[in-house]
T-cell receptor, first 114, second 114 residues
Framework: DTEVTQTPKHLVMGMTNKKSLKCEQHMGHRAMYWYKQKAKKPPELMFVYSYEKLSINESVPSRFSPECPNSSLLNLHLHALQPEDSALYLC?????????????FGDGTRLSIL | AQKVTQAQTEISVVEKEDVTLDCVYETRDTTYYLFWYKQPPSGELVFLIRRNSFDEQNEISGRYSWNFQKSTSSFNFTITASQVVDSAVYFCALYTGTASKLTFGTGTRLQVTL
């Protein structure tokens, strides 16, 4: 079992829908990450939060909106997505935002845009 | 620029065979960190090992071993006596202060059959 929990596991949504992906960790980690992974590709970093503040935004379109309500939770709000946004969305956490710290990943949310 | 090359796209072996996954990296930073992650079909990336650029000692953990050679910019991963449960995609990744994020290789899909 992973220590980073993501919900839902699967999500199918239309291009006009609004939905949210959720991520939770109880390891006391202060850095949390969102990645997008297309099939047969490596994960691509989207956002990084450090101590609940947005630290890195990898030029992600505004239809993706991250939120970090507290040190254990990370949300990704989705609105007006495109079919090319269909992918596996992975959440990760690390003790702090520092390169030597290994990131611990959740199982991901498999998102399909109709 | 940072780059990680995993030239082997897919490897198939029969159980109990030894297998080596290759990883070659490029960076101009003198301080950097190298990682290996395993991604089984369930989706989550499982952290396997971290190495910093100043520690060239090889490491063994059970059936897993890693060979880090700065002279050839390689960080290869060997599984001894492979098992079906080792079937997964394996990613090598590089972290540098310049990039401030993990740079993943394209991954090697390992299939272990009976």
């Amino acid at each position: 079992d992973t220590e980073v929990t993501q919900t839902p596991k699967h999500l199918v949504m239309g291009m006009t829908n609004k939905k949210s992906l959720k991520c939770e960790q109880h390891m006391g980690h202060r850095a949390m990450y969102w990645y997008k992974q297309k099939a047969k590709k490596p994960p691509e970093l989207m956002f990084v939060y450090s101590y609940e503040k947005l630290s890195i935004n990898e030029s992600v379109p505004s239809r993706f909106s991250p939120e970090c309500p507290n040190s254990s939770l990370l949300n990704l709000h989705l609105h007006a997505l495109q079919p090319e946004d269909s992918a596996l969305y992975l959440c990760a956490s690390s003790q702090v935002l520092q390169g030597a710290q290994p990131q611990h990943f959740g199982d991901g949310t498999r998102l399909s845009i109709l | 620029a940072q780059k990680v090359t995993q030239a082997q796209t897919e490897i198939s072996v029969v159980e109990k065979e030894d297998v080596t996954l290759d990883c070659v990296y490029e960076t101009r930073d003198t301080t950097y960190y190298l990682f290996w992650y395993k991604q089984p079909p369930s989706g989550e990336l499982v952290f396997l090992i971290r190495r910093n650029s100043f520690d060239e000692q090889n490491e063994i953990s059970g059936r897993y071993s890693w060979n880090f050679q700065k002279s050839t910019s390689s960080f290869n991963f060997t599984i001894t006596a492979s098992q079906v449960v080792d079937s997964a995609v394996y990613f090598c990744a590089l972290y540098t202060g310049t990039a401030s994020k993990l740079t993943f290789g394209t991954g090697t899909r390992l299939q272990v059959t009976l």
